[in-house]
């Protein structure tokens, strides 16, 4: 009998340890899910500017979801740098359906240029919302208008299904390199969205809009979080297998 109780006393012991463990993995991956690298590890393309090529006119209509969209082309355009923050469209919590806005896929906001460079965005805080990237920080020097204004919060369209499915996989962290085009472009029920065509713009159009033909990921986000976090969760479920198995204590 005393061995019986010593084993059930030991199984659930093993228990609480599995979901301790489990839970330091889950919290820590939540902790460090969207950490971002130092800019001493960033690619040279994160460093890099933007560049912007006058386009031919172009006009064309796309239609997503029955929804026809007029586009004009106004720029040729690539940018490489740093996700800071993303919003998918298609989230639960996003609005852009309320629009019928399935052109626009996601938002990415970025960083490179000077700000890479120097590192700004360490001492920065970033959070996607409806159509904007809210940037905060409470040091002078990375509060520097050069700094700024390397920072980019682009509206990524596309009527390319297979494609719109790999950008919104897209991670912060990721160091990628977007191709494309600068676009304005409307459907009926949504006035005229025209993209910036500076990057020293602030405020309400002060936004890229690109259509994106293709993309390259320079560097992938640390995919250790993620898998810290399965973890966590297989540890838990180990914990209940434990449990069910463990016979009950007759008194």
Same mark, same amino acid.
Request: hydrophobic share 45%.
């Given at each position: 009998?005393?061995?019986?109780?010593?084993?059930?006393?030991?199984?659930?012991?093993?228990?609480?340890?599995?979901?301790?463990?489990?839970?330091?993995?889950?919290?820590?991956?939540?902790?460090?899910?969207?950490?971002?690298?130092?800019?001493?590890?960033?690619?040279?393309?994160?460093?890099?500017?933007?560049?912007?090529?006058?386009?031919?006119?172009?006009?064309?209509?796309?239609? *997503?979801?029955?929804?026809?969209?007029?586009?004009?082309?106004?720029?040729?355009?690539?940018?490489?740098?740093? *996700?800071?923050?993303?919003?998918?469209?298609?989230?639960? %919590?996003?609005?852009?359906?309320?629009?019928?806005?399935?052109?626009?896929?996601?938002?990415?906001?970025?960083?490179?240029?000077?700000?890479?460079?120097?590192?700004?965005?360490?001492?920065?805080?970033?959070?996607?919302?409806?159509?904007?990237?809210?940037?905060?920080?409470?040091?002078?020097?990375?509060?520097?208008?050069?700094? %700024?204004?390397? *920072?980019?919060?682009?509206?990524?369209?596309?009527?390319?299904?297979?494609?719109?499915?790999?950008?919104?996989?897209?991670?912060?962290?990721?160091?990628?390199?977007?191709?494309?085009?600068?676009?304005?472009?409307?459907?009926?029920?949504?006035?005229?969205?025209?993209?910036?065509?500076?990057?020293?713009?602030?405020?309400?159009?002060?936004?890229? *809009?690109?259509?994106?033909?293709? %993309?390259?990921?320079?560097?992938?986000?640390?995919?250790?979080?993620?898998?810290?976090?399965?973890?966590?969760?297989?540890?838990?479920?180990?914990?209940?297998?434990?449990?069910?198995?463990?016979?009950?204590?007759?008194?």
């Amino acid at each position: 009998m005393m061995a019986a109780q010593n084993s059930v006393a030991g199984e659930m012991g093993m228990v609480k340890m599995l979901c301790l463990v489990g839970l330091l993995c889950v919290l820590s991956a939540w902790w460090w899910q969207d950490s971002l690298p130092a800019h001493g590890k960033l690619q040279a393309s994160s460093l890099t500017e933007p560049v912007q090529e006058a386009s031919a006119s172009d006009k064309w209509t796309s239609q *997503i979801r029955g929804v026809d969209y007029h586009v004009e082309a106004v720029a040729d355009y690539q940018i490489s740098g740093l *996700i800071v923050s993303k919003l998918n469209t298609d989230s639960w %919590f996003a609005k852009h359906e309320d629009w019928n806005e399935f052109f626009n896929v996601m938002d990415v906001c970025m960083v490179w240029g000077s700000n890479a460079r120097a590192g700004a965005y360490e001492k920065m805080s970033f959070k996607s919302g409806q159509w904007t990237c809210w940037v905060h920080t409470n040091d002078a020097n990375a509060a520097k208008p050069e700094y %700024f204004q390397a *920072i980019s919060n682009t509206h990524i369209v596309t009527d390319d299904a297979a494609l719109a499915k790999r950008l919104r996989q897209l991670r912060i962290g990721d160091e990628v390199t977007l191709h494309g085009r600068l676009v304005n472009y409307s459907h009926d029920g949504l006035s005229a969205r025209k993209s910036s065509l500076v990057r020293n713009d602030t405020g309400n159009g002060a936004c890229e *809009i690109l259509y994106v033909t293709g %993309f390259e990921v320079q560097h992938a986000a640390a995919a250790w979080p993620r898998w810290l976090f399965w973890l966590g969760l297989l540890l838990w479920v180990a914990a209940v297998v434990v449990f069910v198995r463990t016979p009950h204590r007759e008194h």
